[in-house]
């Protein structure tokens, strides 16, 4: 499906019902870049507050081991 482009439809297509299974890991993968961490990072769009509840999730193992890495990866960013 066409939803636009950058994060935002990502981080939608997560309050789904059934998210699809590829998000977590494509989120990791895109955790690894720089570009997507300061993304991931960025307050105004409280990314970090929606993937948090998915480090708990039951439904899925690969969402979960996804959004865990990419919060993980997330902790290489810093500021200068």
């Not at 636009?4 to 439809?9: A, K, V």
């Not at 939608?12 to 895109?30: D, I, R, V, W, Y």
Request: glycine share 10%.
């Amino acid at each position: 499906r066409e939803r636009g482009c950058g994060l935002s439809p990502l981080l939608q297509a997560l309050g789904e019902p059934q998210p699809p299974p590829q998000l977590g890991p494509l989120l990791c993968n895109l955790s690894q870049l720089p570009e997507g961490r300061r993304e991931l990072l960025d307050r105004s769009r409280r990314s970090v507050q929606r993937l948090l509840p998915f480090t708990q999730y039951k439904d899925s193992t690969d969402h979960r081991r996804g959004i865990v890495g990419a919060l993980r990866n997330c902790c290489f960013e810093y500021g200068e």
